[in-house]
């Protein structure tokens, strides 16, 4: 109810249900806004999907962000491959370098010791011809003989060995010839007298054989060449006499 400014009360209005239900009928605009929040979310579902339609895959033309990483994940695989093959050479260099040095430091190791015990052993080499040359005089006796025998027995085993016999042929290669004459008893030039024997560490000699030599005599036959024509003419006479005496017993 409001008041009349008269001084009287008035009544308020009340809207007519039946207008009510023919105004909603017939679609006409409601007053607080009504058609307007109908058709709102209509409008909005419509400008969604032409922002839908624009922003579709049909309109990227560039690669994809998953295309550019595995360009890039592929350029860095071929730069590890190709530090991962140098690194390999290098190490197959250096493995090849490594086995030469080995071989070689082994190599050199062997030569220092084999010439260290050459040098020992030569100097030696006096003591052991004092030793020969007391045996040959029988004066090898005693604590002595046992001294010189177990000298020996060491020298041995570091591989030096004696060399140099008479009636070898002479080979300038390991025998020194100190004494040259003429023998007709030899068909080549030969060793028939050892003035000081020689001495080899393995293959390698370390003082040659010092020996007196003689050769066949200027112009002299070689005894077997002579021995077996001197042996043919007397098979022939004996078997012409043979005949001979076979021929007069016949006879008789």
Sequence with gaps: MTQDPNGFEQEPEVPDAKASDSSAQAGGPDPDGGAADRTGPSGAAAGGS?????????SSSGPSAKEVQEVALTAQLDQLRAAHNERTEDLQRLQAEFQNYRRRVERDRIAVKEIAVANLLTELLPV???IGRARDHGELVGGFKQVAESLETVVAKMGLSQFG????PFDPTIHEALMHSYSPDVTETTCVQILQPGYRIGDRT??????????PQPGAKTAPAGGESADEETGEQESGASKQDNG???ES
């Design 50 to 58: 032409g922002e839908g339609e624009g922003s579709g895959p049909g």
């Design 128 to 130: 052991l011809d004092d």
């Design 165 to 168: 016999k008479e009636g070898e």
């Design 206 to 215: 370390i003082r040659p054989a010092r020996v007196g030599v003689a050769e």
């Design 248 to 250: 007069g017993s016949e």
